[in-house]
């Protein structure tokens, strides 16, 4: 399933750009020289570090997936906040520090930028936070897991994640293995719709994805079979200077799929915790997370099978990030 090198494409640059940057960044030298020669760079967010594995899980993973992105002839860009500064690219020491640090970092999105950097706190990026960091460094492709969405019972709380309206405005091509069904994914692929996010299922038919299970029973609006049509959608949405996101999403493979039946039962005992223990907001994310890998891993088999589930996602996604990755 590896693909080569070869296979890294470039998007031809037109109205996509790094803003001048501010003293506030602080760009590795990998990074900065592959942004300036328009040579492929992934960025990835700092929550799912931070608050979605312990510690040293989480390190080990942020660089298995840095790793993959390597092996595939790309550099990978790492986003987190530290001392006031924003990092585009984590050192061994910076990731360490963010991985033992864990949850005390604060989960950072669009509203939360200007308090974190200005009161010199450690941040860890969300979707959202992590788009406009990448967009303005001059990074338009990003790996993740899965996307924040609306939550269930939106209708009543407004919980609705600030992830989909970034995606509405600012564009960077948000590469995952779907959303999660903690969330209700109809509605969120509705206002996905309605912010004018263009979503896009790599992989043989329109099922759109639900991270653990390669169909949610929703259809994507649009699917590629190959991700260098990919790559000329998100040409196309540079050329038209469209400043909107786009959603790829890479369902997992089937064969590696976790059982869907015992995953939404975790997911369901999990969503009615957190409404028993009042967690609402941006701790709810993380709750339901933290508490589906528990429930499951009550279960030996399940949970490891769960766990690969998840290191195999990343490396998918990241795999087939490097395949649309990048401007020229
Ligand atoms: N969904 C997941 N795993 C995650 C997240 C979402 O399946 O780790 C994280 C991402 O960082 C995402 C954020 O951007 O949670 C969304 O949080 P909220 O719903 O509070 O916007
Ligand atoms: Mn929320």
Known sequence: MLLTASRVFTISKRSFHAYPIAKKF????????????????VALESTIISHGMPYPQNVETA??????????????????????????????????????????????????LSVVLSQ?????????????????????????????????????????????????????????????????????????ETQGVTVTTIGKDNKFPAFYTPDSGFKSPYHVEDPLDAAKSIYANHELEMNSGMVFAVPIPS???????????????????????NVYGKEETPFLLKRISELTKGKSLAASKLDLTFAMLLKLTEIHMLDIALVK
């Open 26 to 41: 602080v760009i590795t030298p990998e990074i900065k020289a592959a942004i300036d020669r328009k040579g492929p760079v």
């Open 63 to 112: 660089k298995a997936v840095e790793n993959i992105i390597r092996e595939q002839g790309a550099i990978p860009a790492t986003i987190a906040l530290l001392d006031g500064k924003v990092h585009i690219g984590l050192t061994d020491e910076t990731l360490e520090h963010l991985g033992k640090i864990g949850p005390k970092a604060q989960k950072t999105s669009r509203r939360d």
């Open 120 to 192: 010199n706190k450690a941040g860890a990026t969300t979707v959202a936070s992590t788009m406009i960091l990448a967009r303005a460094a001059g990074i338009p492709v990003f790996v993740t897991g899965g996307i924040g969405g609306v939550h269930r019972g939106a209708e009543q709380s407004f919980d609705i994640s600030a992830d989909l309206t970034e995606l509405g405005r600012t564009p960077v091509a948000v590469v995952c293995a779907g959303v999660k069904s903690i969330l209700d994914i109809p509605k969120t692929l509705e206002v996905l």
């Open 255 to 277: 064969a590696s799929a976790a059982d869907a039946a015992s995953i939404q039962r975790a997911i369901d005992t999990a969503i009615a915790e957190a409404r028993a223990n």
